[in-house]
């Protein structure tokens, strides 16, 4: 069974930066062409960070995409997000997610999810 | 860039049916997708593709799609069912993908 874990400090420094790591259990992380973060801050809806390929192809959410960075490392079967510069407006709960694709439809849904990680910005 | 739009809440006694509704400029012609958020828990995917159910989701829990409306339907509403419910296309405009605002589910 598919398993993903998000890791990584849970108090960050205001102009500082987030790293968190999502560790894939019980299959390949090649096994799916896929893989996002998502976040919730306290009390609000998800928000689509971004995805990343098997092979390290990136997509990312427009409003962020000048300061995020994401990575994969097969050997640890594992990937990462970076975002730099953050403030309060990024404390959420950040989430890993499979992505699985449709059958002849250009769609993915998220069928695997992380228990998710709590992430605070403040001094 | 593409908006789903939720209604923050809906609310129905146990046993009757609860619609929620996602709606976005022509939805129709994309596949959409619900999931299921519990207080402090990861979300669970309950519709994918508009109305196909994961396995262990119950047959009470249906979706459709037509229109400017996406719609997930629970019928003989359970305690259980109360929950926060999210919507996710793909905007092939933009190739990201998009999140509804989310609706709370409360059970009377």
């Known amino acids: 069974q598919l398993q993903l874990q998000e890791s990584g400090p849970g108090l960050v420094k205001p102009s500082g930066t987030l790293s968190l790591t999502c560790a894939v259990s019980?299959?390949?992380?090649?096994?799916?062409?896929?893989w996002t973060w998502v976040r919730q801050p306290p009390g609000k809806g998800l928000e689509w960070i971004g995805e990343i390929s098997h092979s390290g192809s990136t997509n990312y959410n427009p409003s962020l995409r000048s300061r995020v960075t994401m990575s994969v490392d097969k050997s640890k079967n594992q990937f990462s997000l970076r975002l730099t510069s953050v403030t309060a407006a990024d404390t959420a709960v950040y989430y890993c997610?499979?992505?699985?694709?449709?059958?002849?439809?250009?769609?993915?849904?998220?069928?695997?999810w992380g228990q998710g990680t709590l992430v605070t910005v403040s001094s | 860039s593409y908006v789903l739009t939720q209604p923050p809440s809906v609310s129905v006694a146990p046993g009757q049916t609860a619609r929620i509704t996602c709606g976005g400029n022509?939805?129709?012609?994309?596949?959409v997708h619900w999931y299921q958020q519990k207080p402090g828990q990861a979300p669970v995917l309950v519709v994918y593709?508009?109305?196909d159910r994961p396995s262990g989701i119950p047959e009470r829990v249906s979706g459709s799609n037509s229109g400017n409306t996406a719609t997930l339907t629970i019928s003989r509403v359970e305690a259980g069912d109360e929950a926060d419910y999210y919507c996710?296309?793909?905007?092939?405009?933009?190739?990201?993908?998009?999140f509804g605002g989310g609706t709370k589910l409360t059970v009377l």
């Open positions: 997610a499979r992505m699985h694709p449709l059958d002849l439809k250009p769609s993915y849904y998220f069928d695997s």
């Open positions: 019980g299959d390949s992380i090649s096994s799916s062409d896929w």
């Open positions: 593709d508009d109305s």
């Open positions: 022509n939805i129709g012609t994309k596949s």
């Open positions: 996710q296309v793909w905007d092939s405009s933009t190739d990201h993908q998009v």
